[in-house]
């Protein structure tokens, strides 16, 4: 049987959850419909996924449907759990995308909508619940096509629409698929049967239905084993996986899930510096012991103490390893309730990042505080609701930031000469710091002979300006720029007359090490940095007399309105701001707003610059910092 991956995503409580229940009982996995209300779901297995009725982690199950077998992956639809959905996209061949016949096209259905197309991921649209009150048909449709993609098929028609004996009926509308394909055009103009309809990332069939009636269901299981395209691979080419979730089992071991995409993996195979102990496959709605693990396959391996989400076994597939949604924008400390649960506190939260690498700790050993970045206050809830109930840890938290960045306003350069005055260390380093388009990422290049040193104190210059820019001038991150490395030279190793190896007389790399961030910092200081602060582009759906109403209080939280219709506002605003606008909105239009932003892009920051404290010595302050790690290290001194 061929395979596909498939990948539900919807906006949360549009019925992603209870339609992979309907998807399973249909096709005989389970003998009955799990609740998300009574917390009895296949896929919601975490306690607390149960208790609040949401996804939280990705989850797999795998089944038979037709002539396929599907493995299926349920993902959260909640905005504060958007890094799951990320890594599950690079291992999908094809996708259900969810919308509800009630609220229509929903603020994470657009920016899914967005990312599936520009992944070119095949993708069917599902409407659902067209048994409940209020469900629309032709409406929802004219959303789809404005706010999602014009490029859209319907399949379907619904009877009785909005009740519980609605029902559904195949019915190509031959029509729109003639506009968005050619063949079928051709077919119409020749007064012949159409041909089969084909999906790739533009074109979306729509289908409607009732995950909890079954109305529907039928139809699109039609489409996900007729349209969606199957796995790809040659089983015995090179090797080539990605893994997408790292998890840990009873005994606390890692387990690593990954997709094959060509080759095959196997029992006692290494990878890196491990090796492989256990391989289970996904299939006939479990896990299934094996051998190996095969081309087009989904699994879940262990014995890979060292391996990371993102991180390529073998070939890295092309499909994978860039990032498609914005990074986390709010940050928050984590503290433990009690003082001797500090370690393992960040034991605990060190196994979270696992999990989910945007965590992103940073620790703080002075204050004795860990760092957390975060998408919102649901994850917030999440993470303590983890700790104190898998871990034993009563925590708090300090009030929710905003995480800026910074950029350089301009280039900048520094040096600091071996044996000269006041550089205490036996190095040379010469940085020059400019700015770098948005995105790009931080590149380090040599403006020097590669021989002129050994490679390793090369080496020790790059990852310590790497390092040093997650906290800038201001101490928020560098993420884009370029550093030139302008300047080199070192102490060869010297030994006395007795062969001994002297320190003191000869460069180590912790020379480099210690002086490339004073260096960096003067050269960035001398560029100057502009902090910027993340930008939500917003849409508010309110009462067209409410309008004059609103533009005041949006001008007041610094949002900036780009158009305004007679019922409509668009534009961009603060991310710091977005909450309170969520929260004002109602009583500004009488309860009937409804308003949806996503990230759009980072601006600088208007009025007073935020800064955020340092965590470790600050070579900003040379004095401080070669106190600090003369102490520390016991490094030389002049």
Known sequence: ????????????????????????????????????????????????????????KSAVVSFPLRDRTVNLIDTPGHPDFIAEVERVLGVLDGAVLVASAVEGVQAQTRVLARTLHRLRIPTLIFVNKVDRAGARFDGVLDEIATRLSPAIVPMSRVEHLGTRDAKVR???????????????????????PPPPLRVHGRVHPVYFGSAITGAGIDDLIDGITRLLPAATGATDGPSAATVFKVDRGPAG?????????????????????????????????????????????????????????GDALGVRPKRTGQAQFAP???????????????????????????????????????????????????????????????????????????????RPAGAGEAVEFNKVEPNPFLATVGLRVAPAPAGSGVTFRLGVELGSMPAAFFTAVEQTVRESLRQGLHGWEVPDCEVTMTHSGYSPRQSHSHAIFDKSMSSTGADFRLLTPMVLMTALRRAGTVVHEPIHAFRAEVPADTVPTLLPVLARLGAVPLATGAAEVTGEIPAAR?????????????????????????????????????????????????????????????
């Open 1 to 56: 049987m061929s395979i596909l991956n498939l990948g539900i995503l919807a906006h949360v409580d549009a019925g992603k959850t209870s339609l992979t229940e309907r998807l399973l009982h249909t096709a005989g996995v389970i003998d009955h419909l799990g609740s998300v209300d009574d917390g009895s779901t296949q896929t919601d297995t975490l306690d607390l996924e149960r208790r609040r009725g949401i996804t939280i």
């Open 170 to 192: 195949s019915e190509v509308d031959r029509l729109r698929l003639a506009d968005h394909d050619d063949r079928v055009l051709a077919a119409f103009v020749e007064d012949r």
């Open 253 to 309: 071991e890692k387990l690593a899930y990954l997709r094959m995409f060509t080759g095959t993996l196997r029992v006692r195979d290494t990878a890196g510096p491990d090796r492989i102990t256990g391989i289970e496959v996904f299939t006939d709605g479990g896990c299934e012991t094996r051998d190996a693990i095969t081309a087009g396959e989904i699994g879940r391996l262990r014995g890979l103490g060292s391996v990371r989400i």
């Open 328 to 406: 986390p924008s709010l940050e928050t400390a984590v503290l433990a309730s009690r003082r001797a649960q500090r370690g393992a506190l960040h034991a605990a939260l060190a196994e979270l990042a696992e999990q989910d690498p945007l965590i992103n700790l940073r620790q703080d050993d002075e204050r004795q505080e860990v760092y957390v970045s975060l998408y919102g206050e649901v994850q917030k809830e999440v993470v303590e609701a983890t700790l104190a109930e898998q871990y034993g840890l009563a925590v708090t938290f300090r009030e929710t930031t905003t995480i800026c960045i910074e």
């Open 578 to 638: 977005v909450h309170e606008l969520t929260r004002r909105l109602p009583g500004l239009t009488r309860g009937e707003g409804v308003l949806e932003s996503a990230f759009d892009h980072y601006a600088p920051v208007r009025g007073p610059v935020p800064s955020r404290e340092r965590i470790g010595p600050d070579p900003l302050d040379r004095k401080e910092y070669l106190l600090r790690v003369v102490r520390r290290t016991g490094a030389r001194q002049t």
